[in-house]
């Protein structure tokens, strides 16, 4: 389970203007696609930077099934993994099977060890043909997977996806949603997609809404689609206007 | 003016491999213009080639005066343009281009301040703000701006609405829109449904072959084939019943409503 607990995060403590984080406290659990929602500039990618640990809260805290998501010390379990928006971000390798060792290299896993985790998890991507190519000739969708398959070699508790989708065409966004559809029934990895792209809220189970660094609503879509009305921020998606159009004019 | 860019022929490759093989057609003024197609499809080399970057190239582009001349004529916004970012205020930033084309120093000043508020910013609270301190939003439209303050004819977007809002995303639609009416925008996208209208020009890349399409042949196509372009399910099920319209519905829960109404 991921718990926010009274969480707030201020990136320039000397500047008035600077984005702040106001006490947040939620939690989310796993078996069911977690998604944060909000406009630009409402807090959400650093809500995922704060539970994969890559930024200190300023006060209150984050914890990963119960441990402390930032500074967990080394050798502790890998909690949260973090894809980031834009694949070429966070690619470090030359070659597919570089880029997955990656990790599991500063980790200190032994190299026997090592090989067969990193075919494993290439052939569960379908990139077990692909491991001696320069990452430089993949596709965008490729570079997507080869992203996710480098974090999730690791076997972090839970995954973190900023943004995922919006670098990917509308064919590979089919593809990706059925992974995580499948990896989220399998239960045993954890599941937040930041996203405010309404085709990617259309998969959210569990919806956590921010806007200018407050949570403002935390609840299943049903939820959220009974209370859009009274949400200003919140701008429907086109399928629920629709549907309210309809209903309105029949 | 330029009203429009033909490409005769055009072939591209990408280390001796082939991305885009005989492309021939045109994109116009007066209509936005939109590429569409598979990561890898040849999208982001199509733009290089007409500003002049890719040298695997062969083919002719043209415009109204002959052969196109790309250099002071273009504008390309990368993805992510926020990244190119190297002014310390956005003012700056947006008046670096004028600038360079040695306008008026007061010219330079209006003239980026009026830009900048047509963009959705006020020039009063984001003039001189550090770029990076603004949200990723207002980056990107800070970006697009300083692309495009000196209105080149022909001016390239390559996926401008990646990390935007739905807000960002609608006034940008409706900004390009207005600069499309005398300029040359082309615009490579994976959500075409924001900007589609009746006559929007859409060059699809497949398979190192381009296809031309208007928008509502493009609706059709989309709705007959799923795979031809993966459109929002919303759309699909409310539409594809109505498939023999002549006249489709753009992408919008109020244009559906309406149709719906017609031809219920």
């Not at chain 1, 999730?152 to 966004?173: A, Q």
């Not at chain 2, 209105?151 to 807000?167: N, Q, S, T």
Request: glycine share 8%; aromatic share 10%.
């Amino acid at each position: 389970m991921i718990l926010l607990d009274r969480v707030s995060y201020r990136y320039n403590e000397k500047q008035e203007t600077s984005f702040k984080l106001k006490e947040v406290s939620f939690s989310c659990r796993k078996g069911l696609i977690n998604g944060v929602i909000g406009a630009n500039g409402s807090g959400k990618s650093t809500i995922a930077r704060l539970i994969a640990g890559l930024i200190q809260p300023r006060s209150g805290s984050v914890t990963v099934d119960g441990l402390a998501a930032f500074n967990n010390g080394a050798g502790a379990r890998f909690l949260a993994g973090i894809i980031f928006q834009t694949p070429e971000n966070q690619i470090v390798g030359t070659t597919v099977a570089e880029d997955i060792a990656f990790g599991l290299e500063n980790l200190g896993v032994p190299r026997p060890e090592m090989r067969q985790r990193v075919y494993n998890i290439a052939e569960k991507f379908e990139l077990n043909d692909m491991l001696d190519v320069p990452v430089h000739c993949l596709s965008g969708g490729q570079k997507q997977m080869l992203c996710v398959a480098s974090v999730m070699v690791m076997e972090p508790s839970w995954l973190i996806f900023d943004e995922p989708t919006s670098h990917l065409d509308p064919w590979t966004r089919k593809i990706f949603w059925k992974k995580i559809r499948g990896l989220v029934a399998a239960e045993k990895t954890g599941v937040l997609v930041v996203s405010q792209l309404p085709d990617d809220m259309a998969h959210f189970e569990q919806i956590f809404a921010f806007e200018s660094g407050e949570l403002v609503f935390s609840g299943s879509k049903n939820e959220l689609k009974e209370k859009a009305e009274q949400l200003p921020w919140f701008n429907l998606p086109e399928a629920w206007r629709l549907e309210k159009l309809l209903g309105t004019k029949k | 003016m330029t009203s429009f860019l033909q490409f005769n022929n055009l072939s591209l490759a990408f280390s001796g491999k082939k991305i885009i093989a005989g492309l021939s057609g045109r994109f116009i003024s007066g209509k936005l213009n939109l590429v569409v197609g598979r990561a890898g499809s040849g999208k982001s080399s199509l733009l290089l080639a007409i500003a002049g970057f890719h040298k695997e190239c062969q083919g002719e582009i043209l415009d109204d005066q002959g052969r196109f001349t790309a250099a002071g004529n273009i504008s390309l916004a990368f993805q992510n343009p926020e990244s190119l970012f190297f002014n310390p205020t956005v003012g700056d930033e947006i008046e670096f281009a004028l600038r360079m084309r040695a306008l008026p120093e007061n010219e330079i000043t209006d003239r980026s301040r009026d830009w900048l508020a047509k963009w959705g910013l006020p020039p009063e609270v984001y003039y001189s703000k550090h770029p990076l301190e603004l949200s990723g939003g207002e980056k990107r439209r800070v970006a697009l701006a300083a692309c495009s303050v000196f209105l080149p004819r022909v001016i390239m977007l390559d996926e401008p609405l990646a990390g935007l809002d739905f807000k960002g995303q609608r006034s940008l639609a409706d900004m390009l829109a207005v600069i499309a009416s005398d300029h040359v925008v082309i615009v490579v996208t994976h959500e075409p449904e924001i900007f589609l209208t009746d006559d929007t020009n859409i060059l699809l890349l497949s398979e190192a072959n381009g296809t031309w399409f208007s928008g509502s042949e493009f609706l059709r196509r989309s709705l007959e084939h799923e795979d031809f372009y993966p459109l929002p399910a919303w759309y699909r099920q409310a539409v594809g019943p109505f498939i023999k319209h002549a006249a489709l519905p753009a992408v919008n829960a109020s244009s559906v409503a309406d149709f719906l109404q017609k031809v219920r």
